[in-house]
């Protein structure tokens, strides 16, 4: 791609102002409202069955890794302030059993687990006795907070 197309535009410049920040600010109407985090929050949204998990990008600035539980199911949550991704544990692989920590080397290695396996962000083994072996991705949104809200009212919201 280039950034020569001809038209004289700052494609390096955000064009909606203030819109990311401005929590009062939206380009249409939308409803339910809930208040319980700031409207232009940054979220990544679990979604298993007809439940809901919310976690706050904000607890992923400086890294981190959380597991967690939504109907039972085992889920891992790992990222840093620019890049996360969520997985789950499915029984039968053995997932579910291992014990993982953060582990961020570059941008090839995001965490590493108790059997030497070291993942990259896309949940693949890229060393160890797994390796070649992916986590199931979750079916999961990453949006705005007052987005999640009107779509999934009332979700729970992952609090450490």
């Known amino acids: 791609m280039s950034l020569n197309t001809g038209f004289t535009r700052s494609y390096g410049d955000y064009p909606y102002g203030s819109y990311r920040t401005n929590n009062d600010f939206f380009l249409f109407p939308f409803s339910p409202i809930n208040t ?3 409207s232009k929050e940054r979220v990544l949204t679990i979604i298993d069955n007809n439940s809901t998990k919310t976690y706050r990008l904000s607890s992923f ?3 981190n890794l959380i597991r967690d ?3 039972g199911n085992q889920y891992l ?4 302030d620019k890049l996360i991704n969520s997985f789950r544990l499915t029984e039968g692989h053995g997932h579910e059993n291992l014990e993982f920590e953060l582990d961020i080397e570059g941008y090839q290695i995001f965490f590493s687990d108790n059997e030497g396996n070291k993942w990259d962000i896309m ?3 890229v060393e160890g006795p797994r390796s070649g072996e992916k ?3 979750s079916k999961s949104v990453m949006s705005y907070w007052f987005a ?3 779509f999934y009212p009332n979700p729970k919201i992952y609090s450490e």
């Open 135 to 137: 986590l199931s991705t």
């Open 77 to 80: 949550i790992v990222g840093h």
């Open 69 to 71: 539980s939504i109907n």
């Open 148 to 150: 999640i809200a009107a």
């Open 61 to 63: 600035e400086n890294g």
């Open 123 to 125: 949940g693949t083994s």
């Open 36 to 38: 319980s985090l700031p």
